[in-house]
C-alpha cells in the first residue's frame, strides 16, 4: 500500500478522512471511490491503489464518518453483522454531500489534471448513480449498485456518462428491479447498463465467493474505457 489519508473538508462543519493514491506519474484526471458497508477496509484500499496504478488521483471518502470514523471491516460474523447495522444508520444525503464535497476536493488537488469521475461498489454502486445525479462529477460507474430502483425519480437529472454493472444473480438487486431501472433510463442516452449472467452480488472483490475472475476483468475494462475517455484533458 502507497496510499496515504487526507482530510477533507464537510460543507456543513467538521472535517474527515479520504484514502488517497496518486497514479505513477505524479498527475492524472480524479476519481472517488464510494465505498462498500464495510468502509475504507482493505478491498477499497486496494481499489484506490488499482485505479491510481491506472492513472488516475484517486480518493475514498470515509462516508460513515458521521456514524463512526475509521470503519473498518471484514466480511464475515461480528463484522457483517455491524457492517449492515451501519448501513440502516446510514444517511444517504448526508453522504452524497460528502461525495459532492469530496469531488470538488479532488478538483482542487494540484496532481489532478482532467475531470473527475466515481466508481462505487455495493451502497457505493448506489451513491455513484446517485454522484451522477447530484454530485457534480464528470461521469460515474457503480457495481451491483443496491436500492436505486427507490431513487429513479433523480434518473432526468442525469447529464453525464453513468455505467451501472449489474449481476443476474444477485439477491439483492435482482433481475426485476434491474428491468425497473432499465426501464427508467431508456430514454437517457447518457446511461449504460451492463448485465453479468452467471455471477452474484460481489463478483468484482477477489475476496467474494462470488468472485468471478473473468466477469470481473470485463467489467473494469468497460469501466476503464469509460473513464479514459471522459476525464482526461485535451
Known amino acids: ?30 476519481l472517488v471511490i464510494c465505498q462498500e458497508i464495510f468502509g475504507i477496509n482493505p478491498f477499497i484500499r486496494e481499489t484506490v491503489e488499482y485505479f491510481a496504478g ?39 444525503d448526508a453522504g452524497m454531500r460528502d461525495i459532492a464535497a469530496t469531488v470538488r476536493a479532488v478538483r482542487a488537488m494540484p496532481e489532478v489534471d482532467g475531470g473527475v469521475g466515481a466508481v462505487g461498489f ?48 444477485d439477491q439483492f438487486a435482482p433481475m426485476p428491479t434491474i428491468r425497473t431501472i432499465q426501464d427508467a433510463v431508456s430514454g437517457n442516452p447518457d446511461v449504460e447498463i451492463q448485465l453479468y449472467p452467471g455471477v452474484d452480488h460481489g463478483f468484482a472483490r477477489p475476496v467474494s465467493p462470488h468472485f468471478d475472475a ?16 471522459v476525464l482526461p484533458k485535451g
Open 122 to 169: 455495493c451502497l457505493g454502486g448506489r451513491l455513484a448513480y446517485l454522484a451522477a445525479a447530484r454530485a457534480g462529477v464528470d461521469c460515474a460507474i457503480g457495481y451491483y449498485g443496491v436500492t436505486i430502483d427507490r431513487y429513479l425519480a433523480e434518473a432526468g437529472n442525469i447529464r453525464v456518462p453513468l455505467l451501472l454493472h449489474f449481476a443476474m444473480e
Open 54 to 92: 491506472e492513472g488516475f488521483v484517486t480518493v475514498a471518502p470515509d462516508l460513515f464518518w458521521r456514524l463512526e470514523p475509521g470503519v473498518d471491516l471484514g466480511y464475515d460474523g461480528a463484522d457483517r453483522e455491524r457492517a449492515f447495522d451501519l448501513m440502516q444508520r446510514f444517511d444517504t
Open 214 to 229: 473473468a466477469a470481473a476483468r470485463l467489467a473494469h475494462d468497460r469501466t476503464l474505457a469509460l473513464l479514459r475517455k
Open 1 to 30: 500500500m502507497t496510499g496515504t489519508y487526507v482530510d477533507i473538508a464537510a460543507d456543513d462543519g467538521g472535517r474527515f478522512r479520504g484514502y488517497r493514491a496518486l497514479p505513477p506519474g505524479g498527475r492524472g484526471p480524479g
